[in-house]
């Protein structure tokens, strides 16, 4: 049994799938339908660790759910399953005991908590970058100021030096909204002209 169902039931071959359902349970095509319906996602479904390893090999998922039954009759195929999950949010379930409600309560905290770790990792290397481009540029004005303030330099050198500090100085208050209000921004009026 290996199916791939979109949030209508239907059989999908184009879409991307984001989730991949592990389990020999009998009529879970069922249940995978509604539960694809209600989390807006294309689901497969693999019955057995061939099929699964073959999927897995073939593209990427948001999440990797393995029924326990099969985890626990295979440990090994479970492992390799596992290892061939790529950056899937793994997720062991007992579907003989868990209903469709649960499924989709621990795939949806899954998927919650995966978006969330994305969210959060996305803001700090945005905030990396951003630190990294004013560091950059202060350290621009900083050197141009000085160089500007040294005796005896060529009139074209102080022409490129005093370009270069402007566009530094353009970049920073695009990059700083409170550039004017910032104490530590660098100012070229006491240079000079």
């Known amino acids: 049994m290996s199916a ?3 949030s209508t039931g ?3 071959t184009s879409t991307p799938a984001a989730a991949l359902i592990i389990t020999a349970t009998e009529d879970v ?3 995978v339908a509604a539960l694809a319906g209600q989390l ?3 689901i497969e479904i693999a019955a057995s660790r061939v099929t699964a390893l073959r999927l897995l090999a073939r593209r990427s998922y948001s999440i990797v759910v393995l029924d326990q039954i099969l985890a626990d009759s295979d440990p ?3 492992e390799l399953i596992w290892k061939h999950g790529g950056v899937a949010i793994p997720l062991q379930i007992n579907f003989a005991l868990a209903g469709s409600a649960r499924l989709e309560r621990e795939i949806r905290g899954a998927l919650t908590r995966r978006r969330r770790e994305q969210q959060l990792a996305d ?3 945005a905030a990396a970058i951003d630190a990294e481009l004013k560091n950059a540029i202060t350290g621009f004005l900083l050197e141009s100021r000085l160089a500007l303030a040294e005796e005896g330099i060529p009139p074209g050198v102080e022409s490129h030096l005093r370009t270069l500090a402007e566009m530094a100085g353009r970049l920073r208050e695009r990059l700083t909204p409170n550039a004017a209000l910032d104490t530590t921004s660098v100012s070229l009026q006491g240079i000079r002209k």
């Open 40 to 42: 807006k996602a294309t």
């Open 10 to 12: 239907n059989p999908q």
């Open 76 to 78: 090994e195929g479970a």
């Open 29 to 31: 095509e069922t249940t």
């Open 123 to 125: 803001a700090a290397a």
């Open 4 to 6: 791939l169902l979109n």
